[in-house]
């Protein structure tokens, strides 16, 4: 991860596109199809536009030129604007020094809650040079983070990354095999590594994004031990 995030692969155009979450749904759009993307609502494209947009009663809001931030609107209420517009602020190459982030535009996306939930099945498909080669299943993301990993075949690993392990068995979504292919049909478009972020109620798959680096290259392993289990299966 490091050797990616400290090399000038990060600033392959597409690379950078595809960090942008407006743009990225074009990369989606053109690749697997527009039925894939989450819609989205409205792009801000200052601090001005917020104070005037009417925000609408249920909602998430993100900035699309950073990663982490995120705002869940399920009831009208009411929104800190001020937090909202500080987002125009952030450079977060200047925290995590991807460099793939450094010279994006700052922008809001607003977009609906994916299948009416804040908190849906959220699944990290880790990709080789175009290939699935890992899961990572996060149960409570936004309440109580647990993370199971697991292969490709839906067998789970006995060790996590960055949240502790889920303990218990994570029924296989009944669309498994779709999510797969297209996880392989985006990551194709990258040499090396891309982690590609999907949410599925089962019958239906949205892409959420794509990720460059995963955990900024700094997640733990626990078991620490386990890093070179993962490093063969992902690397070989």
């Given amino acids: 991860m490091y050797s ?3 090399s000038r692969e990060l600033l392959d155009p597409v690379r950078v596109f595809v960090s942008d979450k407006e743009y990225v749904k074009l990369y989606i759009k053109a690749t697997i199809g527009d039925e894939y993307n989450v819609p989205t609502l409205k792009v801000l494209k200052s601090p001005e536009e917020v104070d005037t947009y009417d925000f609408p009663s249920v909602c998430c809001i993100k900035p699309t030129h950073s990663s982490g931030f995120v705002v869940f609107r399920s009831n009208d209420e009411p929104l800190d604007l001020n937090e909202i517009k500080r987002w125009f602020k952030l450079n977060y190459y200047d925290w995590q020094r991807e460099v793939n982030y450094r010279y994006l535009k700052p922008k809001v996306i607003v977009e609906p809650l994916i299948f009416s939930t804040k908190n849906p099945a959220d699944y990290k498909v880790y ?3 175009g290939a699935p080669k890992a899961i990572a299943v996060i149960q409570d993301r936004h309440t109580d983070n647990k993370n199971q990993l697991l292969d490709t075949n839906w067998n789970a690993l006995d060790y ?7 303990q218990g068995e994570i029924e296989k979504p009944r669309n498994f095999e779709e ?4 996880a392989t049909t985006l990551s194709k478009g990258f040499d090396g590594f891309i982690r590609v972020d999907l949410y599925s ?4 798959i949205k892409v959420g994004e794509l990720t460059n680096i995963s955990g900024g290259g700094e997640s733990i392993f626990l078991p620490a031990s386990s890093e070179k289990e993962f490093s063969r299966l992902l690397f070989g």
């Fill in 4 to 6: 990616l995030k400290t």
């Fill in 160 to 166: 996590s990354i960055r949240y502790p392990r889920f």
């Fill in 127 to 129: 990709c080789n040079d």
């Fill in 201 to 204: 109620n089962g019958e239906e």
């Fill in 179 to 182: 999510m797969m292919e297209v």
